[in-house]
């Protein structure tokens, strides 16, 4: 079993509607979750952080911990074309940020 | 803001070159990494440092050496290159804030090995 799953997509989602994406891990120690967006070509750009249980909101995104399902999810309203990408999740593990292989997301007008 | 450089934005060299990749962080971050990224396999850490002089292997240091003489520079070294290192190549630095780290990530380094 991998440290951190995600479905690697890709998600199709019509432009104006709400992606959610998803990810599962295996240490149930850890404290801190992430999620990175990544364009194509391009290095990971942190776009949300979360630490406790429950949900956490920055504009049109929403990430959302459940520590005793070991699931954090990212949810992205009014998506736009600009959001298509790969979405990446990170979960701090005891020594250092273990990441998943990412899910794409594709954002069809 | 943060922020991560790194030496080169693409590089392509011959098999059995040496490659010298160099990542700078102005924030005076502690903890810098190195990862490499391949379709299908995603991020793979190489090489990690906690501190001056102080490096950990990653997943996958088979190839690679590190190099952290300064508090801001972390190396990642290729003594003789191999077409299996074609990758692009991931410095990232990360922030300790009351221990939620954030990790931040250079511009990435496209490396192809003829």
């Known amino acids: 079993q991998k440290e951190v799953e995600q479905n690697s997509g890709p998600l199709s989602v019509p432009e104006g509607a709400i992606a959610s994406l998803n990810c599962t891990y295996s240490?149930?120690?850890?404290?801190?979750f992430f999620w990175y967006r990544q364009y194509s070509g391009k290095s990971p750009e942190l776009i949300m952080s979360i630490y406790s249980n429950g949900d956490k909101e920055d504009g049109r995104f929403t990430a959302q911990l459940n520590k005793a399902s070991q699931y954090v999810s990212l949810l992205i309203r009014d998506s736009q074309p600009s959001d298509s990408a790969t979405y990446l999740c990170a979960v701090l593990g005891a020594s250092k940020i273990i990441f998943g292989s990412g899910t794409r997301l594709s954002i069809r007008p | 803001d943060v922020k991560v450089t790194q030496s080169s934005r693409y590089l392509v060299k011959r098999t059995g070159e040496k490659v010298f990749l160099e990542c700078v962080q102005d924030?005076?971050?502690?903890?810098m990494f190195w990862y490499r990224q391949d379709p299908g396999l995603g991020l793979r850490l190489i090489y990690f440092s906690y501190d001056v002089k102080m490096k950990e292997k990653g997943d996958i240091p088979e190839g690679y050496s590190v190099s952290r003489e300064k508090k801001e520079r972390f190396s990642l070294i290729l003594e003789s290159t191999s077409t299996n290192q074609t990758s692009m190549y991931l410095c990232?630095?990360?922030?300790?804030?009351?221990?939620?780290?954030?990790?931040?990530f250079g511009p990435g380094t496209r490396l192809t090995v003829l």
């Open positions: 924030m005076d971050h502690e903890n």
């Open positions: 240490d149930r120690v850890s404290q801190s």
């Open positions: 990232a630095s990360t922030r300790r804030d009351k221990g939620k780290d954030t990790q931040y």
